[in-house]
């Protein structure tokens, strides 16, 4: 009974926690207070302050993980209403998608290689480039561990949202595909969410590219995995 009503408080503070958080970046929209950033942390330093063990804390907060699969697939909506731009671009699509999915593979587990990190590492550093949803079942193939996949996942899709437009300004990219393509492949639901800021155009394209992107990594997967560290063997 008392782990039930730690779970349950647990699950209260994390909505209320998340719930303050944005308000809070959207009056002030700094980096550092983005919800994906601030509320992790915030929530990591109270379960540590508290002494609440993770089972204690995911016991009624699980269905929360579930949710990032229909968060996911809402981006199809608008997907599905500029099918035109699609139509328009589909060479280039599916040619940037398969890019996109082969270079964040190899440069992620050859990095890690180069560094020496343990093949867990390497294995969950190997799908880091796509949504969690995708992430998690990819990882699932490859044998990476969801807890440092879910962790590189977070950080990429930060890091590649807070310096996207930069580079895109230094390479002197300004076509809206171009930058919906790459924050879409690159930091999946966080770029997403950003393009959609630039522009419907930008916006639609990454949701496109993103969900291509995972389901691409999922169905070839176990052949990446065979064909990698067998190389490396």
Same mark, same amino acid.
């Given at each position: ?6 779970s349950?408080l647990c699950?209260? @503070? ?13 009056r ?13 942390l ?17 016991g ?9 699969g229909? *968060?996911?697939?809402?981006? #199809?909506?608008?997907v599905?209403e ?5 139509r ?21 587990v ?5 560094? *020496? =990190? ?6 969950? =550093?190997?799908?880091?480039?796509i ?5 998690? %079942? #990819? ?7 969801p807890d ?8 990429t899709?930060?890091?590649?949202? %807070? @310096?996207?437009?930069?580079?895109f300004?230094?390479l002197?990219?300004?076509q ?9 492949a #690159? ?5 997403t +969410? ?7 155009q ?5 949701s496109l590219?993103?969900? =291509? ?12 995995s ?5 190389? +490396?063997?």
């Amino acid at each position: 009974m008392r782990d039930l009503i730690i779970s349950l408080l647990c699950l209260a @503070v994390t909505l209320l926690v998340y719930y303050c958080n944005k308000r809070l970046y959207r009056r002030w929209n700094r980096l550092v207070l983005m919800p994906l950033v601030m509320t992790p942390l915030v929530l990591v330093g109270l379960l540590l302050v508290t002494h609440i063990s993770w089972q204690n804390y995911i016991g009624e907060s699980h269905w929360l993980l579930w949710l990032l699969g229909p *968060a996911t697939l809402a981006f #199809a909506v608008p997907v599905y209403e500029n099918m035109a731009i699609i139509r328009r671009h589909w060479m280039s699509l599916t040619a940037g998608v398969l890019t996109a999915t082969v270079v964040a593979i190899c440069s992620s587990v050859w990095l890690a290689r180069l560094f *020496a =990190l343990p093949e867990a590492i390497q294995r969950s =550093l190997a799908v880091r480039s796509i949504t969690t949803p995708f992430a998690l %079942a #990819a990882a699932q193939q490859m044998g990476g561990q969801p807890d440092l996949v879910a962790l590189f996942v977070v950080i990429t899709g930060v890091f590649g949202m %807070a @310096v996207g437009d930069v580079l895109f300004l230094r390479l002197a990219i300004k076509q809206g595909l171009a930058k919906g393509a790459g924050f879409g492949a #690159a930091s999946h639901g966080a770029g997403t +969410a950003h393009a959609y800021q630039l522009g419907q155009q930008e916006g639609v394209v990454s949701s496109l590219v993103m969900m =291509l992107s995972g389901v691409v990594t999922v169905v070839l997967a176990p052949v990446i995995s065979h064909i990698m560290w067998a190389v +490396a063997g």
